[in-house]
């Protein structure tokens, strides 16, 4: 599997009403909320079958963010996990399942109809 970033410029749309004070964020989500006014980015799983599957770097993480952060802290604490992730916004609609087997991890994805 190869995972790429893919950062593009866009034109930029400042949001003057932006304020971290009235959002329900953490800082990380705020950040991507401020970076996402000047650039397009998107985190492309590539696999080894050919298949890909394309993350939207502002609206996937920030609409999944709590679940992706946990999924990564019971993997850095070593259990064995086994999770899906939803990524229902912004025209993703698919679930993305995880599973750890000691040092081995397998990915698969579907679509939701």
């Not at 599997?1 to 705020?30: G, V």
């Not at 000047?38 to 890909?52: A, C, R, Y």
């Not at 963010?65 to 064995?80: A, F, K, P, Q, T």
């Amino acid at each position: 599997m190869k995972i790429s970033l893919e950062i593009k410029d866009k034109p930029i749309n400042i949001d003057s009403d932006l304020n971290e004070e009235e959002m329900d964020t953490t800082p990380f989500q705020y950040v991507l909320e401020e970076l996402s006014q000047f650039v397009t980015g998107s985190l492309i799983l590539s696999f080894n079958d050919g298949h890909k599957v394309i993350l939207n770097l502002f609206f996937d993480f920030s609409v999944c963010y709590d679940d992706i952060i946990e999924y990564i802290i019971s993997v850095d604490n070593g259990l064995m996990v086994k999770n899906e992730i939803w990524f229902c916004k912004q025209g993703s609609d698919f679930y993305f399942c995880m599973r750890q087997e000691v040092l081995v991890f397998y990915f698969c994805s579907r679509k939701v109809i």
